[in-house]
Structures are given as structure tokens and as C-alpha cells.
């Protein structure tokens, strides 16, 4: 391939150089299984421990509140299928919000049918929680509020701090899904009251299929894997070692350039923003214009399809995604489109960008340079632009 532009890195980022050599001597030397007895799996057992302690240190976390788990979908079905089934006898009564990662809906929707009540708050336009709303939605049989950090398809970042601080007010255990946010933004689980935190290590250059879930001491989720005694009997399965070694050190990388990394890739950002809203005709900016992940730019241009726009940028070399990776190839738009108040046909034509630090500005000149010229000739295919020109021309 000559050239390849990659802008989906809220779908997974390539791991980094440094992630892989510390990943690669517990694949071929340092192979052991961590719970034997044998000295030779005392390299397996530090390592963990020490990852345990790296990753705990970074949230503000103690080491026996981080659980190793199998990337974020994992964390988000514990987090919420445990609290619903330990607190059965408490209530059934959850809260969360239109616009959560599948993973999280799914679980909820999964949920109901076995007779949980689940309320799904609105956001605004901006895609924010309304705390107003979230806190009249509590009720005495409420056992989760679970509201994601920051957004996957448009970039808002949610006011967990305050979020945080009303969970507390009731009683009541707050879960987010971080996963867009751990080694983006700054987090602090006991600054911002959170009794449980998911992150993927795929979303920070780690590796995929690893990722963690942080659980307060004293929360205490039911066991989603049954079986041997890892992760304080409370995750069953030998120990993803190599994994857990390089999601720590994609960690503790991430969270050191986070500044830096965060400032440089905003620039481009909202270069690319700029160029686009004012270069293209009835283009719209998805999402809080400051409440905003650095790295997500999700656009809508009206009188086209979001499928046709990445097949076309995919023949310039650049990799982008519309609504979400799981419903892409699926005709329904967005749900957290749909939710942040955008009527169906505006929906269908989102195109999302997610940068890393490997973006350069010339890039993002190259892709509002590609996407002037895509959205031109697909719009001059477009019956219903003609329409829309036709009209306007009779007025
Ligand atoms: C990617 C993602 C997930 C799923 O994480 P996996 O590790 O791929 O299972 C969950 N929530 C959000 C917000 C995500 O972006």
C-alpha cells in the first residue's frame, strides 16, 4: 500500500515499539504461569504485581483495586452485570445514558430482560449528561449509575467529577467506562468518586484483548468468570501476562506524553475542524467544542452516506469510520447521533477521525484536501442535493 493515513485510533491504535519489547521476553522466556510454585514463576508473579502497582498508581487506585480483565467490553459487562446481580436484593434499578459504548447498552438491554429497570438519560445536543436529570432519575431502589468519561464517537468528554460527587450524595456506586479516557485524560478515582473504572489497553497503544477493571475495596460486583483463584478469586483464567505487561508500560507511557501529546494533537485537530467547517458547505462539528477528547473530530455533511464517504477515503489511503465500528456495515444510524437530536437522514452521513500523535499536519491538509473533493462529487450524484439546490433556487 503507498499511502496510509490513520485516523481510527478510537477503534485501536498500533502499539508502540517500546510495548512490544517489554511484552516480548514473558512470550518467549519468562513463559511460566504466575501461580506455580517453581522459582521460574517468580518472574511472572513480580511482573504482574508490578503492573498491578504501575496501573493503580497512575488512577490514584491501590494495587488490590486494579482487576486484570479481557479489554473493556469485559469490564463493562462485570461492572454492570456484577453490581445488578450482587444488589438484586437492594433493587433493580440502574442508570446510564443514550450515547454508552455497546458494550455497555447491550449489557443494560441484556439486563432488562431479566427484569432490571434501566433508565437512559438524555444529553443534550452537545452530547453532555444534564445533572439535573441524572439526579431525578435516582431512586430509593437505584443500585448503579454507570456514565461513561468521554464519548467514542464524538469526542465529549461527560462531567464526571460532578457525576461523581451526586453518586456519592445517594449511596450510590458510580461506574464509568473510561476507556476512551484512561491515558488521555487526567483521572483521579477518589477526586472524582468513581467505584469502578474500565479501561482497554488497544485504546493507548497496548495490545488488544487486555484491559482492567478498577473496583473500590468494599464494591463488591459478583464474579463474572468462574474458576481459579487469579485476580483475588474474582476473575478466573491464567494471567494474559505479556498482555498485562504491555498494557502497564503503554499506560505509563501514555500518562507521561500525556500533555504533550494532548496539545500537539488538538493542533491538528482543530486545524482539520477549521478547514472543514469553513471549506465545506453544510459540513456540521459533532460534539462539545471544548469538552472534547484531543484526539476525535466527528463531522456530519448532509445529502451524503457515511458508508460512500469512507470507501472513497479509503481509496486516498485514509482509514476513518462513520457512527461506530460495530454498526458500521449495518444501515442504522448512530444511536449517539440519533441522541444528541439529529434527524436520521443527517446521521447517516457522519464520518469520524480519531488522530494519535503520529498525525502530522500535512496529513490532516491531505484529508481536508480529500474529503473537499469527495463530498463535492458525491454531493453532484446526490438526488436528493438536487433537490435540495432545485428548492433552493425557487425561493
Ligand atoms: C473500544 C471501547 C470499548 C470496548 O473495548 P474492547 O477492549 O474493544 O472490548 C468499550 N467502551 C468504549 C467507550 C470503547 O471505546
Redesign the pocket.
Known amino acids: 500500500m503507498e499511502k496510509l493515513i490513520y485516523l481510527d485510533n ?3 491504535t498500533a502499539v508502540k515499539p517500546e510495548v512490544f519489547e517489554a511484552m516480548k521476553p514473558y512470550f518467549l522466556e519468562n513463559y511460566s504461569n504466575p501461580n506455580s510454585v517453581y522459582t521460574f514463576a517468580q518472574q511472572g508473579k513480580k511482573a504482574l504485581d508490578e503492573a498491578r502497582e504501575a496501573i493503580a498508581a497512575l488512577i490514584g487506585a491501590k494495587a488490590n483495586e486494579i482487576y486484570f480483565t ?7 459487562n462485570w461492572a454492570v452485570k456484577g453490581i445488578a446481580e450482587a444488589s438484586a436484593s437492594k433493587g433493580k434499578h440502574m442508570i446510564t445514558t443514550k450515547i ?5 447498552l447491550h449489557t443494560c438491554e441484556y439486563l432488562e430482560k431479566k427484569g432490571c429497570e434501566v433508565t437512559y438519560l438524555d444529553v443534550d445536543e452537545y452530547g453532555m449528561v444534564r445533572l439535573d436529570e441524572l439526579e431525578q432519575a435516582i431512586r430509593p431502589d437505584t443500585v448503579l449509575i454507570s456514565i ?5 464517537e464524538i469526542g465529549t468528554v461527560e462531567p464526571v467529577r460532578e457525576i461523581g460527587a451526586i453518586a456519592k450524595k445517594h449511596g450510590i456506586p458510580f461506574h464509568t ?4 479516557a484512561f491515558g488521555h485524560l487526567p483521572l483521579n478515582v477518589d477526586e472524582m468518586n468513581i467505584d469502578m473504572l ?1 479501561a ?4 493507548f497503544h497496548g495490545p ?4 482492567f477493571l478498577y473496583i473500590r475495596n468494599g464494591v463488591k460486583p459478583a464474579t463474572l468468570i468462574h474458576g481459579g483463584a487469579q485476580e483475588r478469586a474474582r476473575r478466573a483464567g491464567t494471567s494474559n501476562v505479556p498482555g498485562i505487561v504491555g498494557m502497564a508500560e503503554a499506560a505509563r507511557l501514555a500518562v507521561r506524553d500525556m500533555e504533550e501529546n494532548s496539545r500537539k494533537i488538538s493542533e491538528i485537530r482543530n486545524h482539520l475542524i477549521e478547514r472543514v467547517l469553513n471549506e465545506i458547505p453544510f459540513s456540521r462539528l459533532n460534539g462539545h467544542r471544548e469538552q472534547r477528547l484531543a484526539n476525535n473530530v466527528n463531522f456530519c455533511f448532509r445529502f451524503i452516506e457515511g458508508e460512500s464517504l469512507l470507501i472513497m477515503l479509503d481509496q486516498k489511503g485514509i482509514c476513518a469510520s462513520s457512527g ?2 460495530c454498526t458500521s456495515g449495518s444501515l442504522d444510524p448512530s444511536h449517539v447521533l440519533l441522541a444528541i437530536g439529529l434527524p436520521h437522514e443527517i446521521a447517516h452521513g457522519s464520518l469520524r477521525l480519531s488522530l494519535s500523535e503520529k498525525n502530522t499536519m500535512e496529513e490532516a491538509d491531505y484529508v481536508a484536501d480529500c474529503l473537499k473533493t469527495i463530498v463535492e462529487r458525491l454531493r453532484s450524484m446526490s438526488p436528493l442535493y438536487e433537490d435540495f439546490v432545485k428548492n433552493q433556487k425557487e425561493i
Not at 70 to 76: I, Q, T
Not at 177 to 180: I, L, M, N, T, Y
Open positions: 478510537a477503534a485501536t479481557g479489554g473493556g467490553s469485559e469490564s463493562d454508552e459504548h455497546h458494550a455497555l461513561m468519561f468521554a464519548n467514542n467506562d473510561a476507556v476512551q474500565s482497554s489497553a488497544h485504546k488488544k484483548g487486555v484491559g461506530s465500528a
